[in-house]
């Protein structure tokens, strides 16, 4: 694969990835609530569901939800469902203050796990990004080469930039958080919260190009 292709992907790539989304918006919650490093497991999550939704790209099921009202249908209400979840959670916390001034006894493996797990289930039920990708993708695929290596390589730089943009929101989160009070972080939480709900609805709304 040329690098100049490569360039291009990582550019266009870093623009979409930089545009806040949901895994993006909870970084920026879980970095303000928890601290950046609570924050990883979140990025982790985020990052291996890169790998999914590129991978299934790869295998097809991107084409599926394109060509398939119904399985588009019931990943997008999946999604629907638990963006408006995370948004009403959000809504209804005490303030960034309280989660991030928790022990780690009150914060330990089971509220790492959960992390892991919102930022990694909001990204795969979401139609969206197969779509995204598959359209997306094959733009800077080489019919001509072997395409599963391509894929691959495509893959690790857009998890890479991932990686990079949502510990940047992490990092200004946690910032955030030592100069707000109370009143400020409760805010924060509230503007994220509503932010993933603006994100469900939109989701709700949103329709297949072919339909």
């Not at 569901?49 to 398939?68: E, K, M, N, P, T």
């Not at 009403?88 to 992390?115: F, N, Y």
């Amino acid at each position: 694969m040329a690098e100049m292709t490569l360039l291009a992907f990582a550019i266009v790539a870093f623009i979409g990835i930089a545009t806040p989304g949901p895994t993006v918006l909870l970084a920026l919650a879980n970095g303000s609530r928890f601290g950046v490093r609570r924050a990883l497991t979140g990025m982790a999550g985020a990052v291996l569901s890169d790998f999914v939704l590129i991978g299934a790209v790869a295998l097809g099921l991107g084409a599926l939800l394109a060509a398939s009202e119904f399985w588009f249908g019931v990943v997008k209400w999946v999604g629907v469902c638990y963006l408006a979840f995370l948004g009403v959670m959000l809504l209804r916390s005490r303030g960034s203050l309280d989660g991030a001034l928790q022990s780690a006894d009150e914060t330990g493996t089971i509220s790492a796990r959960s992390i892991f797990l919102k930022s990694f289930l909001v990204a795969v039920t979401n139609p969206k990004g197969y779509l995204f990708f598959s359209a997306f993708l094959p733009q800077f695929i080489d019919p001509a080469a072997p395409q599963i290596q391509q894929y691959a390589v495509l893959a690790l730089v857009f998890a890479g930039i991932d990686f990079i943009v949502m510990f940047g929101y992490a990092l200004l989160g946690s910032q955030a958080v030592r100069l707000l009070r109370k009143s400020g972080a409760l805010w924060l939480d509230r503007i994220c919260g509503g932010a993933l709900l603006t994100l469900a609805a939109s989701l709700a709304f949103y329709r297949r190009a072919s339909a």
